[in-house]
């Protein structure tokens, strides 16, 4: 196991810390009130609650509070692979596409299981010194199993 992984990973998973990291680096998420539910190599798991500030006029969840949890569980996948790493390693978003199938209402959970691709993505980007891009989905689902939104975001991951 990478020990900056694991160090990441106790930031990530132990609620004061990961708070503080959201008010540091992602202040919208911290408001929206995302959580991390699962977090290993390979998996990461954001909740996000239907609530007075994650509304639209619809009576469901903001799509852009959607697209940030699922941004997220792919987002702190490559972050933590490219947490401490030397060479430094960027990783940027370029594209995003989504099919929003149901209504969000209620409890909605955000997985993405892409963190051995994306793993193999920057340890190839630091072994060749060039960018690499790769495709991370992240699937939504609301209490009772249904799908409600499934996200696909193009990451660019470029050692420096």
Not at 3 to 22: C, E, R
Not at 68 to 85: D, I
Not at 147 to 158: H, L, P, R
Request: hydrophobic share 50%.
């Amino acid at each position: 196991m990478n020990p900056a992984f694991d160090k990441f990973k106790k930031i990530v998973t132990s609620p004061f810390t990961f708070k503080l990291f959201l008010l540091q680096k992602l202040p919208a998420a911290f408001f929206a009130g995302l959580r991390i539910q699962e977090f290993s190599p390979n998996t990461c798991v954001v909740k996000v609650r239907y609530n007075w500030f994650t509304k639209n006029p619809f009576k469901s969840m903001y799509f852009a509070v959607e697209a940030m949890a699922a941004e997220m569980c792919s987002g702190m996948l490559v972050f933590a692979h490219v947490y401490e790493r030397s060479p430094k390693v960027s990783m940027l978003v370029v594209k995003m596409e989504v099919d929003f199938i149901k209504k969000a209402t209620g409890i909605i959970l955000f997985t993405c299981e892409d963190g051995q691709l994306i793993e193999e993505a920057v340890n190839e980007s630091i072994a060749t010194k060039e960018g690499k891009a790769i495709v991370c989905k992240s699937v939504g689902k609301n209490e009772l199993g249904e799908i409600v939104a499934i996200f696909n975001f193009t990451w660019s991951i470029k050692a420096k």
